[in-house]
Every structure is written in structure tokens, then in C-alpha cells.
């Protein structure tokens, strides 16, 4: 499997996946669950609930996201009269 995106089930957090094999671990970084892959499902070890992998797969278009920060610095002038 190549790289997969899914939803957090419990909160929608987009989590970025470079690998999925039986027994990985997976945790959201937003709510701090932990999901484990089991065959074709996600099990969550809070609930002990299984979720479809299929189910989650985030699907998005392919977008290109340029973050590019420019911080210029800035001079603030300020004029105190005397
Ligand atoms: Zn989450």
C-alpha cells in the first residue's frame, strides 16, 4: 500500500499515512487516538470499536499547497513629538 489519507473517527482530523501494514499503530495528533490496523479495518483501542479502512479514506483532489511565509520585517515609525 502507498500513501493513504484517512480521518481521525473520532474528531475528522486528516492524517497522513506514508505506510499502513497489519499491527501499525496509528495516532491522531489532535485527539490522541490510537488506532491499529487490523486486515481491512481500524481498530480503536479506547472503544474497541473497528472502522472500515475504506470507510475513512479521505479522499481530496491533488492540491499544492504553497505555504510560503514571507515575513519581511517590519519597522513600525513611531512619532513622538516632544
Ligand atoms: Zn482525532
Known amino acids: 500500500m502507498v500513501v493513504k489519507v484517512i480521518r481521525c473517527p473520532s474528531c475528522g482530523e486528516i492524517l497522513e499515512l506514508t505506510d499502513m501494514y497489519e499491527g501499525m499503530?496509528?495516532?491522531?495528533?489532535?485527539?490522541?487516538?490510537?488506532?491499529?490496523?487490523?486486515?481491512d479495518e481500524l481498530l480503536v483501542l479506547d472503544t474497541n470499536e473497528a472502522y472500515p479502512i475504506?470507510?475513512?479514506?479521505?479522499?481530496?483532489?491533488?492540491?499544492?499547497?504553497?505555504?510560503?511565509?514571507?515575513?519581511?520585517?517590519?519597522?513600525?515609525?513611531y512619532d513622538y513629538e516632544d
Open 25 to 39: 499503530e496509528i495516532h491522531c495528533d489532535l485527539c490522541g487516538l490510537v488506532m491499529i490496523v487490523r486486515g
Open 54 to 77: 475504506e470507510s475513512l479514506v479521505y479522499e481530496e483532489e491533488k492540491e499544492e499547497f504553497e505555504e510560503e511565509f514571507d515575513e519581511e520585517e517590519e519597522y513600525y515609525d
